[in-house]
């Protein structure tokens, strides 16, 4: 009896310190992305997260012990790492390659500086499901009444978000209005040059 109380203990108390592990990264990470939007609005320039708030909200339950919020965060980790790493993994059947080659010329820290941004953000994402779907967490998840399983429905959302995506973007470029932007860019800058549609509105 003592020694299956023992590991009982034990693995709650694994748990526990690894909600509190996840939790203090995700309020770090929060307010660092909370800093860098101020900044972005500061200096007049694009801004695009689904982090900030959210995270330091998340991370604040997760210092509670919260099970659901451990069941929550590890769907959407594991969301974001399937659909951003198979985003990364299309980009070059998307994106035309002497694009990206001129991109890499023309900005090399801004380019090199987004491809380390993009992996510390698959590695954070991965990091934060692997741990809250480690065994510990999950027994703990199982004791406290929540459902404690894989999240499958996450990796097949995140895939096919990707997908779309990539699909929307080559259709769009291929599309009669985007061939009226290049030939309306054409009118503008000349020949001589490719065309690729990063944005349109209807």
């Not at 995270?55 to 210092?63: D, E, T």
């Not at 985007?178 to 349109?200: F, L, V």
Request: hydrophobic letters at 55%; a positive charge.
């Amino acid at each position: 009896v003592r020694r299956i109380s023992d590991a009982s203990n034990k693995s709650s108390n694994d748990a526990s310190h690894t909600l509190r592990r996840v939790g203090w990264a995700l309020i770090a990470v929060g307010l660092l992305d909370i800093g860098f939007m101020v900044y972005c609005i500061m200096n007049k320039t694009s801004y695009s997260s689904s982090l900030n708030i959210f995270a330091v909200i998340a991370g604040l339950f997760l210092l509670r012990q919260s099970m659901e919020t451990a069941r929550v965060v590890s769907f959407f980790a594991a969301f974001m790492f399937s659909g951003f790493s198979l985003l990364i993994i299309l980009s070059p059947l998307v994106i035309p390659f002497d694009l990206m080659v001129t991109l890499v010329r023309l900005e090399p820290f801004t380019a090199i500086g987004t491809f380390l941004f993009a992996l510390a953000f698959l590695v954070f994402a991965f990091w934060v499901y692997w741990s809250l779907t480690s065994p510990a967490v999950m027994t703990a998840r199982d004791v406290a009444g929540v459902k404690a399983k894989k999240p499958i429905l996450a990796f097949v959302a995140g895939t096919a978000l990707a997908i779309g995506l990539s699909i929307i973007i080559v259709l769009v470029n291929n599309s009669p209005s985007g061939e009226m932007a290049k030939a309306k860019a054409r009118e503008i800058t000349g020949p001589g040059y490719s065309y690729y549609i990063s944005s349109m509105q209807w």
